[in-house]
């Protein structure tokens, strides 16, 4: 059974920075598919970032380029997300997801079949 286990989550000020981080189980002979989503009440599930450890290719969304960096640490099989220039419309309960041994990686809630239970994560 896989667990996925999110922590880093909190309140910040506007403009202010959060590292997200996710717990991954090893699985060192094969490649991942490692995501970070967000969803605000109302809202549908949004793909923040997306990492294909094979060749570390990465993928934001418009509304986080160049603010947020997703990023995964083989030896601490640690996902994380950095999070710079919060903006209220920030605020959301943030989860990471993956899905090992692939060939593909893509930013869609599809593409997943394993999720943690989220992290909150407030801008005011």
């Known amino acids: 059974h896989v667990q996925l286990v999110e922590s880093g989550g909190g309140s910040v000020q506007a403009g202010g920075s959060l590292t997200l981080s996710c717990d991954v189980p090893?699985?060192?002979?094969?490649?991942?598919?490692l995501g970070w989503f967000r969803q605000a009440p109302g809202n549908e599930r949004e793909g923040v970032a997306a990492?294909?450890?094979?060749?570390?290719?990465?993928s934001y969304a418009d509304s986080v380029k160049d603010r947020f960096t997703v990023s995964h640490d083989y030896i601490k099989n640690t996902l994380y997300l950095q999070m710079n220039g919060l903006k209220p419309e920030d605020t959301a309960m943030y989860y990471c997801?993956?899905?090992?041994?692939?060939?593909?990686?893509?930013?869609?809630?599809?593409?997943?079949?394993?999720w943690g239970q989220g992290t909150q994560v407030t801008v005011s």
């Open positions: 090893g699985y060192t002979r094969s490649s991942f598919c």
């Open positions: 990492i294909f450890t094979g060749i570390n290719m990465t």
């Open positions: 997801a993956a899905h090992f041994g692939v060939r593909i990686c893509f930013r869609s809630k599809d593409m997943f079949n394993y």
